[in-house]
């Protein structure tokens, strides 16, 4: 258990799985020193280290594919989801929804997510 769980009142879980990724590579961003004035007073109730370690653990099972890794970075880097009524993202849209419910599901077995 990290410090962050062993306080649960200073922490926050994630709404969805989609908050949670986009979390994680802002994140990664600030960790790689892309991203400057990082302020925040959000903790959140798991690690970067965490996250990353689970999303691995997902595609290394073959519950997370290629595909879904690779939409989750196209649109991860957009900072937003692709949408479905948009001819050219309408295949993005169904791969990213369920990359979104195999996280979300990983997510709230670890109680990470409301």
């Given at each position: 258990?990290?410090?962050l769980?062993?306080?649960?009142?200073?922490?926050?879980?994630?709404?969805?799985?989609?908050?949670?990724?986009?979390?994680?590579?802002?994140?990664?961003?600030?960790?790689?020193?892309?991203?400057?004035?990082?302020?925040?007073?959000?903790?959140?109730?798991?690690?970067?280290l965490?996250?990353?370690?689970?999303?691995?653990?997902?595609?290394?099972?073959?519950?997370?594919?290629?595909?879904?890794?690779?939409?989750?970075?196209?649109?991860?880097?957009?900072?937003?989801?692709?949408?479905?009524?948009?001819?050219?993202?309408?295949?993005?849209?169904?791969?990213?929804?369920?990359?979104?419910?195999?996280?979300?599901?990983?997510?709230?077995?670890?109680?990470?997510?409301d």
């Amino acid at each position: 258990m990290n410090n962050l769980q062993q306080n649960p009142v200073n922490v926050e879980k994630f709404h969805n799985a989609e908050q949670m990724w986009f979390w994680f590579l802002y994140s990664k961003s600030v960790q790689s020193g892309f991203v400057r004035n990082h302020n925040t007073c959000t903790h959140r109730i798991c690690e970067l280290l965490d996250v990353e370690s689970m999303i691995t653990k997902l595609y290394l099972s073959g519950k997370l594919t290629e595909e879904h890794l690779s939409v989750m970075k196209k649109f991860g880097d957009k900072k937003r989801a692709p949408h479905q009524y948009i001819w050219a993202e309408n295949h993005d849209a169904y791969v990213w929804k369920c990359a979104m419910e195999i996280l979300e599901n990983a997510a709230k077995e670890k109680d990470w997510i409301d």
